[in-house]
């Protein structure tokens, strides 16, 4: 421990401040990213003005409130790219205004790939969602023959929101091998959709 105190107070005072906020901002980092995980910590502070009624209050991974800009947790990600960048670029930058400069950058950059990150991660937790209803009108491919005259039951393979399904066919018309291209033009029930081939 006394050799931790010695360097630290043998540092610049202005790389000492760099490195502060580096610990200090990734300690928060982790205990916000462990308690989000674990489903505890998904809720934060919103700082944005108390007039900007067009967003949602909270920073969680269900409303969509992490893609906000003015939040606790992009403080913390902000303050992270400070430190870091002022402590990652100390001995290549001299000019100590112009590290503020790039550390400033970083700590902007953090925010942005965190920002797109939560994006991502939105995308897939609505894509989880799926629902048979949207599938009327698609065009896709025949998984296994689909028999004529609702005679019997075939597969078509649906993709939707960027995940694919294999879900039951029928059709009042002719038989159906594999591999045809069928459009989507009624569902019969929660598992099962008529086809007609194009």
């Known amino acids: 421990m006394d050799t931790i105190t010695i360097w630290y107070e043998s540092l610049d005072p202005t790389l000492r401040v760099y490195w502060t906020i580096a610990i200090a901002a990734s300690l928060v980092f982790i205990i916000q990213m ?10 934060d502070a919103d700082l944005s003005m108390p007039d900007a009624t067009d967003i949602p209050d909270g920073d969680t991974l269900d409303t969509g409130g992490a893609m906000q800009l003015f939040t606790i947790r992009n403080l913390i990600n902000f303050l992270l790219g400070i430190g870091w960048g002022g402590v ?19 700590g902007s950059v953090f925010v942005a790939m965190f920002l797109f990150m939560f994006r991502q991660m939105k995308k897939l937790e609505s894509n989880g969602a799926f629902r048979i209803q949207d599938c009327v009108g698609m065009v896709c491919p025949v998984y296994l023959r689909i028999p004529a005259a609702r005679e019997g039951q075939g597969k078509v393979q649906i993709s939707l929101h960027g995940s694919v399904q294999e879900i039951s066919a029928m059709t009042d018309g002719t038989f159906i091998p594999t591999g045809a291209r069928v459009r989507v033009i009624q569902v019969i029930d929660d598992n099962t959709l008529l086809v007609e081939p194009i």
Do not use: K
């Open 34 to 43: 462990t308690l989000t995980f674990i489903g505890i910590g998904d809720h």
């Open 88 to 106: 990652c670029f100390w001995s290549v930058i001299p000019l100590r205004p112009l590290l503020a400069i790039v550390a400033i950058l970083c």
